[in-house]
């Protein structure tokens, strides 16, 4: 059977821009944020791709479209590394300019080559940073808080045979040229076009199935949220300019930091076992909770939807150790009071400048995955990390 080339891009432009309205309508819809979000900019990454490449097909001398389409597939494949990135709570800035540099080349590669350079015109600049970014997404998804989860792994699957694929591309391209039989067969534009269809599905069912594991949680926060300012929660950004005026004052002073990230687990199974009044009321009484019996003077913040972290300066590792764990037990007395003794899962993991150093992004990073492994560990409810 012979497939049109312009039939195959009209019906690989029609899913991924369905699959793409509908993620980015549904990214509205919560009001989501962080990966989300980013995930969204990616799949209108995608769209404009198969848009561009329609336009490329149909329009002879349209040698513009294969830059804009070019740039756009390595910068939904750059967006869905960053939104695994943000989902794990890692540092954004420079792998944000690492893909923006990435997108610049992938058109710039195209205009210098100009109207002469045909079809496959900068196209190495477009293959490699694709299997880059696939590749290094698929390592995200078995890191942090998505290594917890078995749909992430599908998603870290999806990434890696797209990494794969774009390998051997690249070698065939390479080796035997585009228009080898070889290359035309296992990798020229057809069947790339099915190959993006396939992950295309693929990775709006899981993206969507990995929001969805967080959203839901606002729903219980929310009325919480209201009432943080005066029960002494900042938000994220507020904490961050603390943190780091902290830090650089204990650094010059030889003091030990310690940051403390409190986890809630099991939200979505107490609502749906209990109903969503009594999730709502463990929420509250989560967050009130790490406001009362942490240190008076350590500064607490948002960190998620089901996440709490404080900063201060400690005396020395066993003070870091006791406070926290005056904090799980006081969390452990105060949540066995609501809904007839609902108690979630609470992982409380510290980070202290003695091992990790004085950069506050670090500290954070730490302290959330010592709480993830305290939380997904039953002996130990309370964790620090020591390097």
Known sequence: MSLDLTSVLVFTALVVNVSGVLFILETLLRRDEGAGRIWSVAFLGAMLTTLAYTVWIRIDGAWWAVAVGNAAFVAGTG????????????????SSLLVAAAVLAAGVAVAVEGP??????????????????AGAGSVECLRGEMRESRTAWVLGAVLGFQSLYYVSRT??????????????????TISTSFLTVTL???????????RASRAPMRGYLRDAVTADVAHGIVGDDSFALVLDGLCSRAAARGETVA????????LDQISTAFGSDVAGSVAATWRTGV????????????????????GLAVASAQDAR???????????????????????????????????GYDPAELVRVAREAASRAAANVETSVLVDEG
């Open 291 to 310: 406001r009362r019996y942490a240190p008076t003077n350590a500064v607490v913040a948002e960190d998620g939807p089901t996440g709490l972290i404080l």
């Open 259 to 266: 940051v403390t990230a409190v986890r809630l687990d099991d």
């Open 200 to 210: 295309t599905i693929v990775a709006v069912v899981v993206t969507s199935v990995l």
């Open 116 to 133: 002469g350079g045909g079809d496959w015109a900068g196209a190495l600049w477009m293959f490699v940073p694709l299997l880059v970014f």
């Open 322 to 356: 006791r406070q926290a764990g005056a904090i799980y037990r006081g969390l452990f007395d105060e949540l066995g009071k609501v809904g007839g003794g609902v108690i979630p899962v609470v992982g409380v993991g510290v980070a202290l400048s003695e091992t990790v």
């Open 79 to 94: 967006c869905m590394w960053l939104g695994c990135r943000r989902f794990n709570g890692r540092r954004m800035r420079w």
């Open 171 to 188: 070698t065939a391209f390479v080796t035997s040229g585009p228009d080898s039989a070889l290359f035309e067969a296992a990798f020229g």
